[in-house]
């Protein structure tokens, strides 16, 4: 979670009196948009969840094709755009219940989801965080496992 650098009229006072240099300013509105665009991605995340959990019965059906495509272009998205860190391990986390409740979306019907899916793993796992690049690896194990069991 991140952390409040101070009020905003604060910031304002300090600059105008020479306490705060343009570079402190332009830092800390770094910092708060990156906080800022952290808590969203959470929000977003949970809000996933939670309709993946609402929608269950819906998703778990062969046809419900456009209801599975939103879902999986959302988590796609969110693979393909910069995140922090923290936000990256909350989506393997989201993945891997995508994986253990719609597996048979992934691997049986014919969709292009687990093209993708390795596609964006697979530039994971190169990623330069240890934790990123563990939790890619894991994930892929986990897609083969699921794909060899069903």
């Known amino acids: 979670m991140c952390i409040a650098l101070g009020r ?9 009196f020479g306490g705060e240099t ?6 800390y509105d770094e910092v708060r948009e990156a906080c800022l ?5 959470y929000i977003a995340i949970d809000h996933l969840r939670i309709f993946m959990r609402e929608k269950e019965l819906e998703l778990s059906r062969p046809h419900q094709h456009k209801l599975m495509d939103a879902l999986f272009s959302t988590l796609i998205a969110m693979m393909q755009r910069k995140q ?3 936000v990256i391990l909350e989506i393997f986390r989201l993945l891997r219940e995508f994986v253990h409740k719609y597996s048979k979306h992934l691997f049986t019907l ?3 989801y687990c093209a993708h ?5 697979l530039h994971f796992c190169n990623y330069q965080n240890i934790h990123v ?3 890619a690896s894991a994930f892929l194990f986990l897609l083969m496992k699921v ?4």
């Open 147 to 150: 794909r060899i069991c069903e």
């Open 110 to 112: 014919n969709t292009p």
């Open 117 to 121: 899916l390795t596609a964006q793993i």
């Open 133 to 135: 690049r563990v939790e």
């Open 22 to 27: 343009d570079k402190e300013a332009m830092r």
């Open 8 to 16: 905003p009229s604060d910031r304002k006072w300090r600059h105008a």
């Open 37 to 41: 665009s952290q808590e969203i991605a």
């Open 84 to 86: 922090s860190v923290p």
